[in-house]
Structure formats: C-alpha cells, structure tokens
C-alpha cells in the first residue's frame, strides 16, 4: 500500500516540478537584443482605405507569365469595350497597348489585369492570378467572379455581339442534352 502512495506522489510532482522549472529558465533568460519586448499589435485597416489605395495605385506591368500561340489566339476573340451587367452593373475591358494578348479590366473601380488561360470548354477565360479574379466569357453573356472570395461580382454582363447571340438562342432554342444526339440520316 505504501508503495501505491509513493508511485501516486511522484507522478502527481514530476508535472508541477517541469512546470516549476521551465517558468525559472524563462524568467531566467535574456531577451535576445534585437527582439522587442512588447506584443506587436495588428491594425485592422478599413476596407474603403484599402480600395482608395487601390485605385491610385497602378496595376504592375511586368509578369512572368508568356502566353502561347493558342491564347493570343483567344486574346483576339475577347470582347472589349463597356459592358453592361445586371443590377445596373458595369465592366470595361481594355487592351494593354504594349503587352498584346493582356487586358485592363475595370468593375466598380477596381482594375484587374487580366490575360487568357487555357480552357477545356471552349469559352473565353481571363485571370488575374494576383487579384483573384476571373472573367469568363460565353456566347451569350459573360461574368466576373474572385476566386478568392468565392462569389460572382458582375453576371449577366452582354456585350452587343452576346445580345445578338442570345436573342437568337431564343428564337432557335438549342437542343437539351438529354434528347441525344440526332439519328443519322440516310
């Protein structure tokens, strides 16, 4: 019995000696002298502090990124201009005169610059990897989405080309894909 309460003993001061002993060598040690003293504290800074900044500042022009045949091929097909979105949105896209195949897109005074990147589906796609930002452009209409807020910030937006194409996807509706496909015809 009395080993029973000696095992109990030592195993209950082995924590509070370690614990005794650390709070001494920290007490003990220096800081280093390069090292403040003080807690650094993070100023939260408002979000229309942030935009203004934004706005002044100038979207970087050197990029790593090289585009290849295919995407200034895409980069030809890019609408451009002011296009009007839903909700009384707005986007401009603009060329880059000295970069060909990168744009300047601007929404609700924020600039991106944006280049085209490879897709499978066949539809326009432009990213600014360094925003977060993706425009994708269809037949019909196109959108602005951040990557890294998960959310659109502009849809529905038509150019009058994509206007054309939808008024005429209207009139002839496009086959759903669950009808199959067309027997052949002999």
Not at 78 to 97: M, Q, R, Y
């Amino acid at each position: 019995m009395k080993t029973i309460a000696l095992i109990a003993a030592a195993a209950l001061t082995l924590p509070l000696a370690a614990m005794a002993q650390s709070s001494t060598a920290s007490s003990t040690a220096k800081p280093a002298a390069n090292t403040p003293t003080k807690k650094a504290v993070q100023k939260v800074v408002p979000k229309r502090v942030i935009k203004k900044l934004e706005e002044a500042k100038p979207i970087g022009e050197e990029t790593d990124v090289a585009l290849s045949e295919q995407d200034l091929k895409v980069a030809e097909t890019v609408l451009t201009g002011t296009i009007k979105c839903e909700l009384g949105a707005s986007v401009n896209i603009e060329p880059d005169p000295k970069k060909p195949g990168f744009f300047t897109l601007t929404h609700a005074g924020v600039r991106y610059r944006i280049h085209p990147v490879e897709s499978r589906t066949g539809a326009v796609r432009l990213e600014d990897p360094a925003r977060g930002a993706m425009w994708l452009q269809l037949g019909n209409k196109s959108m602005l989405m951040s990557q890294k807020q998960g959310l659109r910030l502009a849809d529905e937006c038509q150019a009058a080309k994509q206007v054309e194409v939808a008024e005429d996807m209207k009139k002839n509706p496009p086959k759903s894909l669950f009808e199959g496909a067309d027997t052949p015809k002999q």
